[in-house]
């Protein structure tokens, strides 16, 4: 199991100050300072909140296609709709300047 690391539940991006959200259901386990009985309703909800049509984007991949997303602050969830073909994918990451609270 991975140590236990403390992250803020709000963010700002370095070069914006735009707020986002820095929970996900994969990674997030409860709210600093709260019981892991009362930390799910509020992530629950900050999950549902998050992933509301108006905050998504669905690519329809092609053959050539490209998507660029800020890690920042984009949360990125793939869904293996692929079956039967092959999908190579190249990542890079850029070094950044540190996430603001």
Same mark, same amino acid.
């Given at each position: ?6 992250h803020?539940?709000?963010i ?6 735009c707020?986002a ?34 905050? %998504? %984007? ?28 092959r ?15």
């Amino acid at each position: 199991m991975p140590p236990a690391v403390l992250h803020p539940v709000v963010i700002r991006h370095p070069e914006t100050g735009c707020k986002a959200l820095f929970v996900n259901p994969v990674f997030t386990t409860r709210i600093d300072g709260w019981t892991e009985a009362e930390s799910p309703p509020l992530l629950k909800y900050l999950y549902e909140f998050a992933t509301q049509p108006a905050f %998504c %984007c669905r690519l329809q991949w092609q053959p050539g296609s490209s998507a660029f997303w800020d890690n920042r602050i984009t949360q990125h969830l793939a869904i293996n709709d692929y079956d039967g073909h092959r999908r190579l994918m190249h990542r890079i990451t850029l070094k950044g300047t540190p996430l603001l609270a």
